[in-house]
């Protein structure tokens, strides 16, 4: 069965530092989208992305946050410079018009 | 906005107990209603869902009825077993067009089932 993937598993960075969670959804989808979830709490929607571009936002997707598809497999979130409570686990899915959710096994972020 | 409001955990049962998370939701417009389980260390599994008003989503013995009239969505296990241990997330999608689709989730019940 089709499996999104996500690299790496985990990882951990310093304050201030720039990350890239990469991403690669199954093939023939089209809608791409990154959850994230603090310990302990709920699964919070980041961004959905669908031809090219950001189709919806939530408020915790400030600037500090990017997404990119570079070369029509690859779909990574950028953090530019990590705080200390983007501290998550954070959810690659993507989806074809009509079906499920296919999501990712997550990258646990930890920023020290 | 959508909304999801569940059941707090956690939940700790014996095996071969019955299982009931309660779930409702606030949506505008016809939200499809989806129950997701996350085994310790995995990420999010659709386990069951339902897209319309008294529709039954069931898997693996779990079950949830679409409840318009009280919009609700509670995931029930007749029997439950150890490897039902996990946290489950109800969520909705609720999308009036557009190309998005997103998934509002609800807070997570943590089952423990003793063997």
């Known amino acids: 069965e089709p499996e999104v993937t996500q690299t790496p598993s985990h990882q951990v960075t310093q304050m201030g530092q720039e990350v890239i969670l990469r991403c690669v959804p199954i093939s023939n989808h089209l809608y791409f989208y990154w959850y994230r979830q603090i310990l302990g709490q709920k699964v919070e929607f980041l961004v959905s992305f669908y031809n090219n571009e950001i189709s919806e936002k939530s408020e915790i997707f400030d600037d500090q946050f990017s997404v990119e598809r570079p070369d029509g497999s690859n779909f990574t979130l950028k953090i530019r410079s990590t705080k200390l409570e983007d501290s998550a686990m954070y959810f690659c899915?993507?989806?074809?018009?009509?079906?499920?959710?296919?999501f990712g096994s997550g990258t646990r972020l930890t920023v020290v | 906005g959508n909304s999801v409001t569940q059941m707090e955990g956690p939940v700790t049962l014996s095996e071969e107990a019955f299982l009931t998370i309660n779930c409702t939701y606030t949506?505008?417009?016809?939200?499809?209603l989806f129950w997701y389980v996350q085994y310790p260390g995995e990420g999010l599994q659709l386990l069951l869902k339902a897209t319309k008003a008294d529709d039954k989503g069931s898997n693996k013995g779990f079950e949830a009825t679409y409840r318009k009239e009280t919009t609700s969505f509670h995931l029930e296990k007749g029997s439950v077993q150890v490897s039902d241990s996990a946290v489950y997330f109800c969520a909705l999608s609720a999308n009036s067009g557009g190309s998005n689709y997103k998934l509002t989730f609800g807070k997570g019940t943590l089952l423990t089932v003793n063997p």
């Open positions: 899915a993507s989806k074809m018009l009509g079906t499920d959710y296919t």
């Open positions: 949506a505008t417009g016809y939200p499809s």
